[in-house]
């Protein structure tokens, strides 16, 4: 099950994306799908609400429910500006990410954390943006395979709306070859159009896979086409107080980076000796012999300092655990690895869309595949042992 998560998480994002253009086949039967898929390449914005609610969203428990609440703004001359607000199990996580076409750059702020990251825009990135966040110009070649049938009319929102539905599993596959085939239950997306402008009004997608164990609703609406969107609401304003981090630091997320600074700091004392195990017992005692050592074997007073770390090492433990009890895979190798061997995997664990965040014996940090995960883990840890 935990192997086909992973894919659905991913097909799960593409989705969202898909459904604003997998309806336009049999053109012949209406003259508003005849004239939509022109009518929205030649927009210059839009503005739209998305909601979703994703059951057994990878990284949460068995049956925890995640909302998702996202405001978009894509100026097509300018960049992308998205306000996801995320209600996990235990907490409510806030991301304001900006794409500007002309530095090119893209920043993602942290409210909560107080943090910000910047990284340079890529033709690989733009390309990635382009598949998964529905930009019609490229979806529309890749999804005129799919049947659709016409659900009449009705007046949504006080205005006249024409709709249609696509029920094909293969819908994913359509965009990401590398999904597989037969990864989901169902998939069903329904496009409701206004009849007076011909644009979308909104766009309902369910998706389910594993027999219905894990499932996501997700309605995009709120459609505001052509509308002026300042330059100004297109860059971050950023508060002098928040800390920029860099894209290592915000793949390991902040308790990989409290596990990490522990780490560096046990390396620093051991001239490049990790503990054997995340234990606070082993880390503090394996800790305070090096201290011990580098002291002539003289006892030292535990001074503020010294307490405050006693203390991070109990943070530690706990993290750790944590990442068992949340069914994150995590492993630990320090047993194994050393500074000295800085292309060995040091710690690992599940992190975002069912990747793995890596740290290596340098204490790098990378997002892999399970399948790149397992290509690093093949290889000695440590010639020496």
Known sequence: ???????????????????????????????????LVDRVANSKTVVYRMTATIKEMPGTPEEAVTDILRYAKLAYDQGIRVDTHSKLPNKTVSTHTYVQFDEPLITMVMPEDREYITMPLTNEFMKKMERENGDPRFLLTKMMEFDYTPLGKKIFNNIQVEGIEVTNTKMGLALSPGLGEGMFDEVTARLWVSVETELPAQLAIHVSADDGSLTMDTTIDSFQWNVPISSDEM????????????????????????????????????????????????????????????SDGSSLPPDEEMVNTLLQFQKVERLFSDMINENKDPAYYGGKVSARFPHAVLLRWKSRNDLYTVVFGDLSVLQVTPQELEEFESTSHNPDK
């Open 1 to 35: 099950m935990k192997n086909r998560i992973a894919t659905w998480s991913a097909a799960a994002a593409l989705l969202i994306g898909i459904a604003t253009v997998i309806l336009f086949r049999n053109t012949t039967s209406g003259a508003v799908w005849g004239r």
């Open 235 to 294: 860059v971050p304003r950023i508060p002098e107080s928040y800390k920029r981090i860099s894209r290592s630091e915000y793949f390991a997320g902040r308790e990989g980076r409290i596990i990490i600074d522990v780490l560096a700091l046990f390396a620093k004392m051991t001239d490049g000796q990790y503990p054997s195990s995340l234990t606070t017992q082993t880390i503090a005692k394996e800790f305070l012999q090096a201290v011990s050592l580098k």
